[in-house]
């Protein structure tokens, strides 16, 4: 998950995209312009937030833990509203954002703790959590039930880099919409562009005499995380109906708006 320091150079918005144009089985395809997709709103300027107003976002959705909202929260655009939901408000403190951060100057401890597949399973347990968590279960249920409101669209929805808690939750809504699961696979690994933003980070790391490559999997993602996610999701509740319904607490009228709303045939 988003474990990483704050980018130091890069784009005010990186990892921005439209949920939408995906295709849906049966036909037609995920209508662009209703939800998107980013990392954190902390460093963005003017020309930004204004942009994002242009895009007509009315919901901010944000995924972050409490102590990487206090750190660095969120600048709105004009007209938008702020949801919160932390998904990962109930995990192990050796699993949050800030316990890995904490660890990420001191190149022995982190690459201690990288080492021999470390990462690989620390991705794949946070990967499990954003299905069983209580907390991840009540975070991805608020945002399901407003986005199903016409008047919460447009929406954007991110956490610190906009590639793990945020590449499920646009991950279940292409599942619940019917998009085949290798388009949704190309989708998530669109959030691979953070390598190139943590490029600076990389270098400052094997300046301080640690090896890059043990830090890109914290800066990238990996289909194998991703299918994580998804059997949890099977082995507890058999399919993605199932799952927003006992799951999320997202009842069948929610459901059929979010499909009525973002399926274009």
Known sequence: METQPAPSAGPPLANLRDVGGRPVRGGGRVRPGLLY????????????????????????????????????????????????????????????PFHLQSRMRDVAAISAVLADGGAERFFEERYREFVELDSACEGYGRMFRDLALAASRPGLVHCATGKDRTGWAVAALLLLLGVPEDAILAEYLESNVMEAVFAAELDAFRARGGDPEALRPLVGVREAYLETSIATMRRRYGDVDAYFAAGLGVGEPARASLREAFIER
Not at 57 to 74: F, G, K, M, N, Q
């Open 37 to 96: 997709r980013s990392t954190d709103l902390s460093r963005v300027d003017a020309d930004a937030l204004a942009m994002l107003a242009g895009l007509g976002i009315r919901t901010v959705y944000d995924l972050r833990t409490s102590p990487e909202r206090e750190a660095h929260p969120d600048r709105l655009p004009d007209g938008a509203r702020l949801v919160v939901a932390d998904v990962l408000a109930g995990a192990p403190p050796e699993g949050s």
